[in-house]
């Protein structure tokens, strides 16, 4: 079974650009979650989707984004790009009642 | 405020001995618990879990214990292998929100040959 999927791997960006983040899940799985990781904060939780809804979102300012479609694949965008924002993002996966996550193997945001 | 503390930044173990990675967490709403293992540039790799009703989970080389009146949870590697080497995350999620997790700021093992 293939796991989470990321793309791109690697992207570079300048202040005030935006940014899209593209994930796939495993198979089978409908909800897709994101994190960002960051040397001085560590993993934070970003957002959740299930069923092309937002189910929840963690503390960050409104240009963070996200979305979900009906195969599940899941992306997020950021607008307005920050020096802080470069990061690792990280998709995670799970099934619908389970309560394992799985991530992707993270794309690298660097903005310059 | 941080909800899931790793106090220990770093943990070095002879190969073949046990490794005891701990995690505690202030929030007595968390009812689920997760280890991650984690390289640079890689995304998480799930190792084990625990619910709250459990006290202790085991799966080949590792064990996870959970003491919920300490508010802790500990994580055993035996034998610990050089391959074991790595940055360990323990990651808490409530039952309303379970894939709303939240992390600590991780341990790096490191496991000497």
């Known amino acids: 079974k293939a796991g989470v999927t990321q793309t791109p791997r690697y992207l570079i960006k300048t202040r005030g650009q935006q940014v899209t983040l593209s994930c796939s899940p495993i198979s089978g799985h409908r909800s897709v979650s994101w994190y960002q990781q960051t040397p001085g ?4 939780f970003l957002f959740e989707y299930f069923s092309e809804t937002q189910r929840n979102k963690g503390n960050f300012p409104g240009r963070f984004s996200g979305r979900q479609f009906s195969n599940s694949r899941s992306e997020m965008n950021v607008s307005t790009l920050e020096l ?3 990061a690792l993002y990280l998709c995670a996966s799970s099934l619908s009642g389970g309560r ?3 991530f992707g193997p993270g794309t690298r945001l660097t903005v310059l | 405020d941080q909800q899931v503390k790793q106090n220990s930044p770093s943990l070095s173990v002879q190969e073949g001995r046990i490794s005891i990675l701990n995690c505690d967490y202030t929030n007595s709403m968390f009812d ?24 202790k989970n085991e799966d080949g080389r590792f064990t996870v214990f959970l003491n919920k009146s300490a508010k802790h949870l500990s994580l055993h590697i035996v034998p610990s292998q050089p391959g074991d080497s790595a940055v360990y995350f323990c990651a808490a999620s409530l039952s309303g ?5 939240t992390f600590g700021s991780g341990t790096q093992l490191t496991v000497l040959p």
């Not at chain 1, 904060?41 to 934070?44: A, D, F, I, K, V």
């Not at chain 2, 997760?34 to 998480?44: C, T």
């Not at chain 2, 929100?97 to 997790?101: C, E, I, P, V």
């Open chain 1, 100 to 102: 394992g996550t799985f």
């Open chain 1, 41 to 44: 904060q560590g993993l934070q």
């Open chain 2, 32 to 55: 689920y618990f997760l280890w991650y293992k984690k390289y640079p540039a890689e995304g998480p790799t799930f190792l084990i879990s625990i619910s709250s009703i459990k006290d």
């Open chain 2, 97 to 101: 929100s379970a894939r709303q997790l």
């Open chain 1, 84 to 86: 802080g924002d470069s």
